[in-house]
Nanobody
Framework: QVQLVESGGGLVQPGGSLRLSCAGS????????MNWYRQAPGKERELVAG???????NYADSVKGRFTISRDNAKNTVYLQMNSLNTEDTAVYYC???????WGQGTQVTVSS
């Protein structure tokens, strides 16, 4: 059974940073592509960042230069380092195995002064 557990969300002031983690079990991260999505209130879920084999990454234009996705295959964990956060980054963040129906439960990120 595949399980994805996100952590690291919280309340942060504009300009601050957070690092989200997604720990997986029942699946080997090194052989799958992983994504981070987010969903803000009243908005559709959107792709934030993805990482594929060989460490190839992709980002939404809105987060390029501020967010970094990475993974530790030994720990079966994917990370999302978020810097220079602004209020528009407020959302529930989810990790996802690309091309699958496997999602984590989400972690809330709130950017507010």
């Amino acid at each position: 059974q595949v399980q994805l557990v996100e952590s690291g969300g919280g309340l942060v002031q504009p300009g601050g940073s957070l690092r989200l983690s997604c720990a997986g079990s029942g699946i080997t991260f090194s052989i799958v592509a992983m994504n981070w999505y987010r969903q803000a209130p009243g908005k559709e879920r959107e792709l934030v960042a993805g990482i594929r084999g060989g460490g190839i990454t992709n980002y939404a234009d809105s987060v390029k230069g501020r967010f970094t996705i990475s993974r530790d295959n030994a720990k079966n964990t994917v990370y999302l380092q978020m810097n220079s956060l602004n209020t528009e980054d407020t959302a529930v963040y989810y990790c996802h195995v690309a091309g699958s129906s496997y999602w984590g439960q989400g972690t809330q990120v709130t950017v507010s002064s």
